[in-house]
């Protein structure tokens, strides 16, 4: 790809095993069509290698020392070959022990910094066991690697990267953390001391079940043990329950079908650890399956879902006991579990938030990834779902959870912990299968987002040309799909929204009739769905969202049909975005609106050039779809926004150059009074519905995929739709438990969960200034992100953690022009292997100026929100 | 590197049928018996030759359990060719092929190739599904068929392969619009009429431009 002049080189090999003499070879290749795979397989024939092998290059480095780096992709040989020192390439061919998973060991430079940087810090951790060999040149490549990776850009992150902000909480520092009886006294200064150092290792099976949220408030050290104990047996007996199934050999249905997909994976859960090591009888590994089934058995909703292994894996690492680990899975899974939720809502705000959060922090990367159709970053998947667990070795892992967790605020059970959702067995004997009724009735549900989302990812994933207008008949099914179900879900929303907002009945009233009059004129037809018991109960704390789901389906579809129908839509959506906003001419201004802290910041401007993404998460039309259902769920549930003069004009000015291509549309939009039907009609329909490569203009396309606004004063303006996760604590209204811990003071009920995490956020905000303030990302501007309650569905750390990976790696990324699939692979190679410390640093560095950003903003939103 | 084209794509099956070893002995030509469970989808990529040209096959690893499927789903039409994977010992596998079968088509573009594998084919003493029945499926449904080992690595290079030049046939006979990006195929950076390379031969044929390539 650097076009390399030379028709052939030369190429030298030295060949090194443990315990054998070094063996050479000599060959040349011609650069232009030697790949990678080739440049292997030649090896592999020129030393007859049987096993697996790294290769390196030779090269000079910045300080003319000769150093070896690794050929692990095409990029890297392009760069080798330019780089070749003359006469020759030299390569150097490193056998492996055979045997070894590879796993660990064959990407080598962040395993090389993670040794290298806990020998300077000194953790107790195991290293994995590199071959001494390939670490002794990992060291010295240490640093042509980290300038490789791009991180050293700021002057502080280096040294940063060598050490934790503080070491992590030991058992004399916890002792202080507990009164005389052992009740935790300020429990927020316990996980900011967590959040910023960890926990030692003997001490985490104490501490991980506090951040966990095992314990109900106020316990004493006594009453733990008791309650401990109590569960334990608790869990004991819900695990007996389905034994003694199995020993009778009943075992069928859902029993049958949970355990066989729980041994199956267990099977494969970090088995390259010693932990779970060995032989497949692995007793932790059948513990593993014990903690899974039990826990999948007894809760209906959620059953088991591949990832769920993983993220039990470290909980059993750390409690080595089953019940113990069973136990927090519960709790983590409380908050977890909606991420495995078929629906897909969850995660799809994640995704939205991530592209958002990268948006903000790395405009130019987020363009890349955007020319090369991946801003999908469907490729962090595995990140979202599994918060970053796999991304790092398995002792890693456990010191990044802990410090995710810490950053979450305390939610403690209201009452008892939770260990079983639905008893299993259920006690009348069940007709159906329970799981398979879920998995069927979810299953046929999500179609409809899904065939959406398919088409509409597929899009983005490189193909965007063909989208969902392509298949009607799949769109009406969808949308009869989804359609019943706003009917069946309409009511308990009511009951919600009336006590809920007092402020903003009537107009919620208001816009819930008009959504309604707006899904009757459709012709569609109720919606096959059944729901069970579970899920409907999740309904009913999740008011609206069904329903806007309906209501944004519609929209959807329209929009990518008929211009007509569409602008219908459109005034519908206007019609309450205007009592929304009331008068505003200014279609630039963003708005924050905290009143109910769901929405935070509005935005009239359709393409504000510096980051579309914040509105604009995604790019498929599933998101779109959501973004639209949430949004009028908001506009519903918690009716108008205020106003609130704020903020971020500056940094639109500032990097509206970024985005050249939405320029012109942004002009037109913000002058154009007929701008609603040229804004609808052009992006959606010359591109979405014409199959030819994506262009930048769909930069275009994604900005106009918001609500066209007249104001009072007849000026037109495109409100972009938002992501927006008021549902992220599915829970919180049915189980009040949830809600007692998040608390906000400027609405009523539905802010509980902001007000703690807004504390618990400003304080660490307090504590996160002790760190010497983000240099560049304090200057990006105001909170145009969302609050830290909504953000990454409420852990808006996980959206750091994520995006500084994003960072880590974006220079090496661009100097490869590496495209989806590439940068795809490049990510799934690195799993386990990224520096904790490294990436845990620099997120906790965004995290600070994200939360000093957003306590100043809130602090202005909520005296605008007492005009409501 | 340099290639004629890029071929997009897919293995697709139920949990636990081989997908991922497939994958990894194809490209690494390895065999883990233990491995990581694939969380979503993972990516692979390998150089192979047919015909005299090199292409460059992008193969998109997927995760088998249902609640990944919507993320599966979004990867059909982006793929010019899919391998449906069962597993011989595990008759229940087989069974899923409709589901799967009918997935793939709804969504996928209607040219996509569709090779049929019946995976671990050294586990023969576990057998439960017959040969024949793997091949008499894939006569009804017009699909190709092999039956594999990722780990021994018995004909996992022909089932890639053989599917490539399946798409590269149809390219030959126009099947394929090589310039929609959506088929899962692009023409190779050096091979389009407009920058020949006398390196590797003159791709793209057929084609009258220069495809979507970066």
Known sequence: MFGCPREAVRVKVKKCETRHQPEYRKFSVDPQITSIEVLQSILIKAFDIKGEFTVSYRAIDDYGSETYLFLLSDWDLDAAFISASEPYLYLQVNLKPFGETGDCECYWEQNAQEVSTRQETGFPYKTPKLPGLIMNKMERTLNMVQRALGNLSEDSSHQQSAQPPRPPLTDAEFRRFLDPIGQVIHPKELRAVIYFGGIEPSLRKVVWKHILNVYPEGMSGRERMDYMKKKSQEYQNLRERWKVLVQKGQNVGDLAYVTSMVRKD????????????GSDDNQNTASLFNILTTYALNHPSVSYCQGMSDLASPLLVTM?????????????????????????????????????????????????????????????????????KREFALDDALRMLEVLWAALPASPPNGELNLAEVPFPPPSPPPSP???HIRENAYTKVCAIRRQSSSASIATAGKRKTVNTEDPSLQSRDSTETNGDSKRSSSPYETFSEPENDLTTARNRRNTESTEKCLSTDTLSGRSKRVNLSELKERLSLPGRDQTKNNENDGEKKCARVVKNLNEF??????????????????????VSSESGVIRVLRDEPSSPDDPMDFFPMTTSMTRELRLELESLDRQVFGPSPPSDQQCDCVLSKRESDLIDSETDTELARCSPAADVFVWENPLHTLQQKNHPATPDEQAELEYDGEILEDQNGVKSVTPIRLLKRTTRSE?????????????????????????????????????NLIPAGTCEDQLGESS?????????????????????????????????????????????MVRRHNVIRVLNQARQLFAGYLRRHSSSSLAAKSDSVNV | ?????????????????????????????????????????????????IDGKPIKLQIWDTAG??????????????????????????????NHLTTWLEDARQHSNSNMVIMLIGNKSDLDNRREVRREEGEAFAREHGLVFMETSAKTAINVEDAFINTAKVIYEKIQEGVFDINNEANGIKIGPQHSPTSPSGLTGTGGQGNTQGGGCC
């Open chain 2, 65 to 94: 359990q249902e609640a990944f499927r919507s993320i599966t789903r979004s990867y059909y039409r982006g793929a010019a060719g899919a391998l449906l994977v069962y597993d011989i010992t595990r008759r229940e596998t087989f």
């Open chain 1, 320 to 388: 080595r006991d089953e019940a113990q680990a069973y136990i927090c899975l519960c709790a983590l899974m409380r908050r977890l579990k909606d991420n495995f939720m078929l629906d897909g809502i969850a995660m799809t705000t994640k995704f939205a938030h991530l592209a958002e959060g990268l948006q903000h922090y790395d405009p130019d990367f987020y363009a890349y990834l955007k020319s090369h159709q991946a801003d999908d970053l469907l490729f962090c998947y595995r990140w979202l779902l599994l918060e970053m």
């Open chain 1, 570 to 591: 459109l005034n519908f959506t206007s019609l309450n975005r205007s009592k929304v906003m009331p008068s505003d001419a200014e279609p630039e201004l963003r708005r």
């Open chain 2, 1 to 49: 590197m340099s290639y004629a084209y890029l071929f997009k794509y897919i293995i697709i099956g139920d949990t636990g049928v081989g997908k991922s070893c497939l994958l990894l002995q194809f490209t690494d030509k390895r065999f883990q018996p233990v491995h990581d469970l694939t969380i979503g989808v993972e990516f692979g990529a390998r150089m192979i030759t």
């Open chain 1, 785 to 829: 992100l969302p609050p830290p309650h909504e953000f990454g569905g409420g852990n808006p750390f996980l959206m750091f953690l994520c995006i500084t990976l994003l960072l880590q790696h974006r220079d090496f990324v661009i100097r490869n022009q590496m495209d989806y699939n590439e940068m795809a692979m490049h990510f799934d190679k």
């Open chain 1, 434 to 436: 329970n799981v398979k």
């Open chain 1, 266 to 277: 267990v099977l494969r859960t970090d088995r390259h650890h010693k932990f779970y090591g």
């Open chain 1, 732 to 768: 919180s209204a049915s189980d009040s438990e949830e809600a007692e811990s998040w608390h906000q003071s400027t609405t009523v009920q539905e802010s509980p969960i902001k007000q703690s995490v807004q504390e618990h956020c400003e304080e660490a905000t307090e504590l996160t």
